[in-house]
């Protein structure tokens, strides 16, 4: 967490950061998950936006000349900052400051980094990942190839970043209610025909997801410091001991790849 649908949200958020210069970048803390660079200001600084996407759950920040990578880990936020009433928060790590705005970088955990690159193209972090599910290479036929000799539980093969991006543990659960397909299950064990059925679920939840702004469990916000609020769609996710809400079943909890994993018995085989 954040997941795709977060990281999207927050990319939508800052768009109107484009064209607008970097005038200095504020670090109070450097030690996240990879330790800022000390000149990361010295890179930044007077360099023009002039594209942001997503890879995954990677936020880039395309400026004219180089790239500045973030990855929120588990509990980071980005968040736009009044500059007349930017009083300082505690877990307030890092501050991107424009001409026009500010964007503080916000974590808890610290497990989140920023990361500058001058070429894309040569970030060992973006190489390896696997395609996009929301992109149309993204098919029932690519994702049974990939599965069908694995013994690895579903679950897992979704949530594998070299196979498919962004998919993180609340909408594979989510994904695989909706498809009636147990997480237990190995992925030889799935027909064409029910990946296909996956696939579609898939997309269907992260276009949901996207559209309600994510899903706020903890201290994910949105870049304008509101909620997501997917999660009063979620139908099993966090829902251990409550009703299932196709056939009134206990939804369960297990621990697949050190995740909790939640699921109806009856609904997924």
């Known amino acids: 967490m954040p997941e795709l649908p ?3 949200t927050i990319k939508n958020g800052i768009l109107k950061i484009i064209d607008d210069k970097v005038v200095d970048v504020v670090i109070r803390n450097s030690n996240l998950r990879y330790k800022i660079n000390k000149d990361l200001s010295k890179f930044c600084l007077n360099k023009v936006v002039k594209d942001i996407y997503r890879r995954g759950k990677y936020l880039i920040i395309r400026f004219n000349k180089g790239n500045l ?5 588990m509990t980071g936020s980005l968040v736009f900052i009044n500059k007349k009433l930017s009083e300082i928060k505690k877990h307030d790590h890092v501050d991107i400051v424009f001409e026009k705005f500010l964007l503080r970088y916000n974590d808890p955990r610290r497990f989140g980094f920023i990361k500058y690159e001058e070429e894309i193209t040569n970030c060992e972090l973006l190489n390896k990942l696997g395609l996009e599910p929301l992109s149309d290479n993204f098919t029932a036929e690519y994702l049974f190839d990939k599965i069908k000799d694995k013994k690895t539980k579903i679950k897992q093969l979704i949530m594998n970043n070299e196979i498919v991006v962004g998919i993180g543990n609340i909408y594979a659960c989510e994904s695989l209610f909706l498809s009636c397909i147990s997480p237990l299950r190995s992925g030889n064990a799935i027909s064409l025909r029910q990946t296909r059925k996956l696939v579609e679920c898939i997309k269907n939840v992260l276009n949901q997801a996207i559209l309600s702004g994510g899903s706020t469990l903890k201290d994910y916000k ?3 410091g509101t909620l997501g609020y997917f999660q009063i769609n979620h139908k099993v996710y966090g829902k251990s001991g409550k009703p299932c ?6 939804i369960s909890e297990i621990r697949i790849g050190q995740r909790n994993t939640f699921y109806c018995g009856v609904c997924q085989i």
């Open 6 to 8: 977060e990281v999207e």
């Open 69 to 73: 990578i973030l990855h929120f880990g």
């Open 222 to 224: 949105k870049v304008d």
């Open 245 to 250: 809400t196709s056939c009134n079943t206990t």
